[in-house]
């Protein structure tokens, strides 16, 4: 322990997450499968709005043909992605790129594309859904990860997200979107309370420990602050009001 390293915020409140997601690491591993499965040996996969790649790592790791490239705004992120393929062999077979997802310029097709936690980064899901598709290649599919609304949002869980009742939907028409807009869900996975809960969890004890650890550190206060204000929007704001849903996708091409 290094107790006067940088304050990454992001990086620490992750640490314990298996994907920046409220998913177990049972559930990361069955949706990969879900979307590799007609890909044999691994194929090409894209991130978009890769955070530290978790995604794309474990791809990698668990697929030693597979090659991934993986798009993200923060270079902590991407530094804190490279260390680990670096660690686990896989960094020659995974390229990162600093830019805006929205700007990645389309390639070749990939076999599997991911925006998992980051369909804001398009302005919402069905551009999301649209970049996503500029990607694909024919009979890939796609990772996507969005938020909805499990029960009617209360003023204090839109108070504490800074969110639009209209930002998202309940899970059915959620839904509903994804199939309007052409894509067939193969596979899916609705995050439990109990998922979120370890989430939330791990985020606020992570950042705690890092600050009770490092009592001198001048952002030791400000980490402190953050994880006061972070419990309070969940437990008084968001907790069991608001979901999150992954969903496999293919394009549904019938007529
Ligand atoms: C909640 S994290 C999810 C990371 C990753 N998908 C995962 O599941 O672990 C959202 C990520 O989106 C990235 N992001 C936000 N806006 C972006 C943009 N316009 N282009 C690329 N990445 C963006 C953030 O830097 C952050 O790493």
Same mark, same amino acid.
């Given at each position: 322990m290094d107790p006067w390293e940088p304050y990454r915020r992001h990086l620490i409140t992750h640490a314990?997450?298996?994907?920046?997601?409220?998913?177990h690491d049972d559930a990361v591993a069955a949706l990969l499968d879900a979307a590799l499965a007609h890909v044999p040996g691994g194929g090409r996969l894209l991130d978009l709005g890769c955070g530290e790649a978790p995604w794309l790592l474990r791809a990698l790791a668990t697929r030693p043909s597979a090659r991934a490239v993986g798009v993200d705004l923060s270079a902590d992120t991407l530094a804190s992605a490279a260390g680990a393929a670096k660690r686990l062999g896989v960094a020659g077979r995974l390229e990162l790129r600093q830019t805006s997802a929205g700007e990645y310029a389309p390639g070749d097709p990939f076999d599997a594309v991911l925006c998992v936690g980051a369909t804001h980064a398009f302005g919402g899901l069905l551009p999301a859904l649209a970049a996503v598709g500029r990607h694909l290649a024919p009979g890939g599919c796609a990772v996507v990860g969005e938020g909805f609304w499990?029960?009617?949002?209360?003023p204090a869980a839109l108070a504490e997200l800074d969110?639009? =009742? +209209?930002d998202y939907a309940d899970l059915a028409t959620t839904v509903d979107r994804v199939v309007d807009a052409g894509w067939a869900p193969v596979h899916g996975h609705i995050s439990s309370l109990a998922e979120w809960d370890a989430y939330e969890w791990r985020w606020t004890g992570s950042l705690t420990r890092w600050a009770l650890d490092r009592p001198?550190? =001048? +952002?030791a206060p400000a980490a402190r602050e953050t994880v006061t204000a972070h419990r309070a929007a969940w437990l008084r704001g968001y907790r069991g009001v608001l979901g999150f849903v992954t969903l496999v996708l293919r394009r549904d091409e019938a007529p």
């Amino acid at each position: 322990m290094d107790p006067w390293e940088p304050y990454r915020r992001h990086l620490i409140t992750h640490a314990e997450h298996p994907v920046a997601a409220p998913l177990h690491d049972d559930a990361v591993a069955a949706l990969l499968d879900a979307a590799l499965a007609h890909v044999p040996g691994g194929g090409r996969l894209l991130d978009l709005g890769c955070g530290e790649a978790p995604w794309l790592l474990r791809a990698l790791a668990t697929r030693p043909s597979a090659r991934a490239v993986g798009v993200d705004l923060s270079a902590d992120t991407l530094a804190s992605a490279a260390g680990a393929a670096k660690r686990l062999g896989v960094a020659g077979r995974l390229e990162l790129r600093q830019t805006s997802a929205g700007e990645y310029a389309p390639g070749d097709p990939f076999d599997a594309v991911l925006c998992v936690g980051a369909t804001h980064a398009f302005g919402g899901l069905l551009p999301a859904l649209a970049a996503v598709g500029r990607h694909l290649a024919p009979g890939g599919c796609a990772v996507v990860g969005e938020g909805f609304w499990e029960r009617g949002p209360t003023p204090a869980a839109l108070a504490e997200l800074d969110a639009d =009742p +209209d930002d998202y939907a309940d899970l059915a028409t959620t839904v509903d979107r994804v199939v309007d807009a052409g894509w067939a869900p193969v596979h899916g996975h609705i995050s439990s309370l109990a998922e979120w809960d370890a989430y939330e969890w791990r985020w606020t004890g992570s950042l705690t420990r890092w600050a009770l650890d490092r009592p001198g550190h =001048p +952002d030791a206060p400000a980490a402190r602050e953050t994880v006061t204000a972070h419990r309070a929007a969940w437990l008084r704001g968001y907790r069991g009001v608001l979901g999150f849903v992954t969903l496999v996708l293919r394009r549904d091409e019938a007529p």
